[in-house]
């Protein structure tokens, strides 16, 4: 019972954060804002964690498929591949729902508990609209940015690790990565950013804007709004490859 | 004018306000006191359409605030301004910004006039010069004269002060009961204010609600607070030491009058 009320909170909020704004230029400003904070603002963890990333994903290749059967073209071709597919999307969005869904869930929860909402309402703003949609419109605009960011650099990672441990002749790393290239790949992986970004700022608003209570509530939302985007998300990757499959 | 009409709400099963009606006086500054916990503020809330009642109504002059949907509500909300007990600023916006929030929403003033009707608020709360500060950078005083600057900023008819005085030392309180006071008669606002101070009762008030366990204990004016045949009020209003010296000297004729020509 207690999933479907929320599930049923959720889907009435959204009804109202996408009702027609009050002043679209006061929104317009609140989107570049939003862009700055949530998305400008991690592009840094973004690229820390993708370097690693493909220098890990490339390491993995070389060391677990080890074979005269395996061209070590195939290498680049995977790291390319698997950084593409999962990594830049799935793996950043669940780095993303730590940073940006904590984020939202307890500004938007504090300004519950302060009542800065409840000064909104007064006023005769749309408070969920007011304060969720900036941000569900900059991340679905700004994370597929960050996804191609850290295609790019996850495989600068993979160039690193293999001109650094020499593991495979970096000309093969390099003839892998232009290996039977599809622009699908990295479309599929724009749709699941799209997505993700969509999933991590409405479930982060939903907690913050239900937020009750005191600090401690606003931390346990926070908490909340990350482990269930984080579920969503692979929830969704599932249905997404299944689907994109078919 | 706000009129209400048998209010009931509970939470959780909880009655917090129970079968209140009142009436509140435009021009006036009409005061809702009560001990903490009383419902004062679930009773504010609900005359501002924070909080649905359970059952009874609320009228807005003679319109039934209680029947209007969220659309309807929002042209009331328009003449509404709120004074919050924590002030509510948003965090993220300047003092300037603060004030100038409900014109940018709700207005298609050009930036020129909305800067000088900034600045007139401003000034009217003696904060002029302050508006480029952050709420974080604001003293307790400060905070609540802003949040009274954003809430006159579009000229309400209805002006709701929930706890205005909390947290502050007795002589900020008195700068800001006086500008509610001032404001309320200059612009004939219908002001309703929460508090369980009695320096603002005596400072302000006019007309006095008393909330006692969720239930309408006692309504008058302040000048009857005093000699009111009501146990619960007595034991509220005289509650501290000073108000018990106080009536013991009215008693004895030390003093002569009420406390209301003290002012």
């Known amino acids: 019972m207690g999933i479907f009320n929320v599930i049923g909170k959720y889907v009435v909020l959204m009804g109202k954060v996408f009702s027609r704004p009050e002043h679209v230029s006061v929104y317009r400003r609140r989107v570049l ?75 938007i929860g504090t300004m519950r508990i302060t009542e800065q909402i409840d000064a909104l309402e007064i006023m005769g703003v749309n408070s969920a609209s007011y304060l969720i949609l900036p ?38 790393y390099i003839e892998g990565l232009q290996m039977d290239f599809k622009i699908f790949s990295v479309v599929y992986a724009l749709i699941k950013m799209i997505v993700y970004a969509f999933i991590i700022t409405s479930i982060s608003g939903f907690y913050g804007y239900y937020a009750r209570g005191n600090s401690l509530e606003v931390g346990r939302a926070s908490t909340k709004a990350v482990v269930v985007s984080s579920v969503v998300i692979l929830m969704m990757d599932l249905v997404i490859t299944q689907i994109s499959y078919l | 004018m706000i009129r209400c009409e048998h209010i009931c709400k509970s939470f959780d099963g909880k009655q917090v306000l129970k079968d209140i009606s009142a009436e509140f006086l435009p021009g006036e500054i009409n005061m809702i006191i009560g001990r903490s916990g009383s419902g004062k503020t679930v009773l504010i809330k609900c005359i501002a359409g924070l909080f649905n009642v359970d059952g009874g109504e609320i009228y807005y002059g003679d319109t039934l605030f209680t029947s209007l949907d969220f659309k ?20 993220s916006l300047t003092v300037e910004d603060n004030v100038r929030f409900p014109l940018d929403m709700f207005t298609e003033q050009s930036m020129a006039e909305k800067r000088e009707r900034v600045e007139f608020c401003l000034r009217r709360v003696n904060l002029d010069g302050a508006g480029k500060l952050y709420p974080a950078e604001l003293s307790g005083g400060m905070t609540k004269r802003v949040a009274i600057a954003r809430a006159i900023v579009m000229n309400p008819r209805y002006l709701f002060c929930d706890e205005p005085n909390s947290g502050l030392d007795p002589v900020t309180s008195n700068v800001i009961d006086r500008l509610i006071y001032d404001i309320t008669k200059e612009y004939g606002i219908t002001t309703i204010v929460n508090t369980h101070d009695m320096n603002s009762v005596m400072e302000i008030g006019e007309k006095i609600v008393f909330i006692n366990n969720g239930c309408k204990e006692w309504e008058g004016s302040s000048a009857n607070l005093f000699t009111a045949d009501n146990e619960a009020l007595n034991d509220f209003v005289f509650a501290s030491s000073m108000a018990k010296t106080v009536k013991a000297a009215s008693d004895n004729g030390h003093i002569s009058g009420n406390w209301n020509n003290m002012r």
């Open chain 2, 72 to 91: 309807q509500r929002k042209a009331i909300r328009r003449d509404v301004g709120m004074i919050f007990q924590g002030g509510a600023l948003l965090d």
């Open chain 1, 135 to 172: 941000k569900i419109i900059a991340t679905m605009i700004f994370f597929p940015l960050l996804a191609v960011l850290s295609i790019i650099v996850g495989l600068i990672g993979g160039y690193v690790i293999t001109l650094v441990t020499g593991i495979v002749i970096i000309d093969t």
């Open chain 1, 33 to 107: 804002d939003e862009m700055e904070s949530l998305g400008l603002n991690s592009i840094g963890i973004v690229s820390l964690v993708s370097v690693f990333m493909g220098a890990v994903l490339m390491l993995q290749m070389c060391i677990n498929f080890e074979s005269p059967f395996i061209p070590r073209e195939l290498m680049g071709y995977a790291t390319r591949e698997v950084m593409i597919l999962e990594f830049s999307s799935t793996v950043v969005a669940l780095i993303l729902a730590g940073r940006v869904g904590s984020s939202i869930a307890s500004e």
